[in-house]
Nanobody
Protein backbone atom coordinates (compact mmCIF):
# COMPACT_ATOMS: atom_id res chain seq x y z
CA UNK A 1 0.00 0.00 0.00
CA UNK A 2 1.32 3.41 -0.96
CA UNK A 3 -0.13 6.87 -0.53
CA UNK A 4 1.28 9.72 -2.57
CA UNK A 5 0.55 13.25 -1.42
CA UNK A 6 1.11 16.08 -3.86
CA UNK A 7 0.08 19.62 -4.71
CA UNK A 8 1.78 21.58 -1.97
CA UNK A 9 3.55 24.83 -2.66
CA UNK A 10 3.90 28.47 -1.79
CA UNK A 11 0.82 30.67 -1.72
CA UNK A 12 0.00 34.11 -0.36
CA UNK A 13 -2.33 34.56 2.56
CA UNK A 14 -5.93 34.53 1.36
CA UNK A 15 -5.08 32.29 -1.54
CA UNK A 16 -6.09 28.74 -2.36
CA UNK A 17 -4.36 25.44 -2.91
CA UNK A 18 -5.49 21.89 -3.52
CA UNK A 19 -3.49 18.93 -2.32
CA UNK A 20 -4.09 15.40 -3.55
CA UNK A 21 -3.64 11.94 -2.10
CA UNK A 22 -3.37 9.10 -4.58
CA UNK A 23 -3.31 5.49 -3.46
CA UNK A 24 -1.96 2.27 -4.88
CA UNK A 25 -2.40 -1.17 -3.43
CA UNK A 26 -5.85 -0.51 -2.06
CA UNK A 27 -9.11 1.02 -3.27
CA UNK A 28 -9.21 4.28 -1.38
CA UNK A 29 -12.94 4.74 -1.87
CA UNK A 30 -13.51 1.74 0.41
CA UNK A 31 -11.84 3.36 3.41
CA UNK A 32 -11.85 6.44 5.56
CA UNK A 33 -9.14 8.93 4.72
CA UNK A 34 -7.78 11.86 6.69
CA UNK A 35 -5.42 14.74 6.25
CA UNK A 36 -3.07 15.71 9.05
CA UNK A 37 -0.49 18.45 9.20
CA UNK A 38 2.69 18.93 11.13
CA UNK A 39 5.07 21.77 11.85
CA UNK A 40 8.59 21.37 13.29
CA UNK A 41 8.56 20.40 16.93
CA UNK A 42 4.80 19.84 16.98
CA UNK A 43 2.68 16.71 16.96
CA UNK A 44 0.79 15.72 13.87
CA UNK A 45 -2.56 17.53 13.90
CA UNK A 46 -5.85 16.33 12.43
CA UNK A 47 -7.13 18.62 9.68
CA UNK A 48 -9.98 16.86 7.89
CA UNK A 49 -11.35 13.40 7.27
CA UNK A 50 -13.85 11.63 5.07
CA UNK A 51 -15.45 8.36 6.04
CA UNK A 52 -16.22 5.43 3.83
CA UNK A 53 -19.82 6.66 3.53
CA UNK A 54 -18.68 10.18 2.65
CA UNK A 55 -19.26 11.88 5.98
CA UNK A 56 -16.73 14.63 6.57
CA UNK A 57 -15.12 15.99 9.69
CA UNK A 58 -12.98 19.09 10.10
CA UNK A 59 -10.78 20.63 12.72
CA UNK A 60 -12.29 23.83 14.08
CA UNK A 61 -9.31 25.79 12.78
CA UNK A 62 -10.09 24.94 9.16
CA UNK A 63 -13.87 24.59 9.21
CA UNK A 64 -15.47 26.68 6.50
CA UNK A 65 -12.16 27.12 4.66
CA UNK A 66 -11.05 23.57 3.80
CA UNK A 67 -12.99 20.89 1.96
CA UNK A 68 -12.09 17.22 1.75
CA UNK A 69 -13.51 15.21 -1.12
CA UNK A 70 -13.14 12.04 -3.12
CA UNK A 71 -12.74 11.80 -6.85
CA UNK A 72 -15.39 9.36 -7.99
CA UNK A 73 -14.45 9.42 -11.64
CA UNK A 74 -13.67 5.95 -12.89
CA UNK A 75 -10.06 6.63 -13.76
CA UNK A 76 -9.15 8.58 -10.63
CA UNK A 77 -11.37 7.15 -7.90
CA UNK A 78 -8.32 6.30 -5.87
CA UNK A 79 -7.70 9.95 -5.06
CA UNK A 80 -8.76 12.17 -2.17
CA UNK A 81 -8.39 15.94 -2.28
CA UNK A 82 -8.10 18.70 0.26
CA UNK A 83 -9.19 22.04 -1.15
CA UNK A 84 -7.79 24.83 0.99
CA UNK A 85 -9.21 28.32 0.64
CA UNK A 86 -8.60 31.56 2.53
CA UNK A 87 -5.24 30.26 3.59
CA UNK A 88 -3.51 31.80 6.58
CA UNK A 89 0.18 31.80 7.54
CA UNK A 90 -0.67 29.48 10.42
CA UNK A 91 -1.76 26.87 7.87
CA UNK A 92 1.89 26.48 6.89
CA UNK A 93 2.86 22.86 7.52
CA UNK A 94 3.67 19.55 5.93
CA UNK A 95 0.37 17.93 5.03
CA UNK A 96 0.01 14.16 5.23
CA UNK A 97 -2.79 11.91 4.07
CA UNK A 98 -3.53 8.72 5.92
CA UNK A 99 -5.84 5.76 5.82
CA UNK A 100 -6.46 2.38 7.41
CA UNK A 101 -8.06 -0.87 6.27
CA UNK A 102 -10.45 -0.73 9.24
CA UNK A 103 -13.28 0.75 7.20
CA UNK A 104 -14.67 3.62 9.28
CA UNK A 105 -18.00 3.85 7.49
CA UNK A 106 -19.47 6.61 9.67
CA UNK A 107 -16.69 8.78 11.06
CA UNK A 108 -12.91 8.77 10.93
CA UNK A 109 -10.64 9.00 13.96
CA UNK A 110 -8.87 12.27 14.64
CA UNK A 111 -5.76 10.78 16.25
CA UNK A 112 -2.70 9.85 14.23
CA UNK A 113 -2.00 6.45 15.88
CA UNK A 114 -5.33 5.16 14.53
CA UNK A 115 -3.98 5.23 10.97
CA UNK A 116 -1.86 2.52 9.40
CA UNK A 117 -0.80 3.99 6.08
CA UNK A 118 0.68 7.41 5.49
CA UNK A 119 1.75 9.43 2.51
CA UNK A 120 5.15 11.09 2.45
CA UNK A 121 3.78 14.59 3.03
CA UNK A 122 3.60 17.69 0.91
CA UNK A 123 4.74 21.11 2.13
CA UNK A 124 2.29 23.99 2.13
CA UNK A 125 3.75 27.41 2.81
CA UNK A 126 1.51 30.44 3.25
CA UNK A 127 3.24 33.80 3.16
CA UNK A 128 1.86 36.84 4.91
Amino acid sequence: VQLQASGGGLVQAGGSLRVSCAASGLTLSNYGVAWFRQTPGQEREFVAGISRSGSTLYADSVKGRFTISRDNAKNTKNTVYLQMNSLKPEDTAVYYCATSPRGWSIVVPTTAPAYDYWGQGTLVTVSS
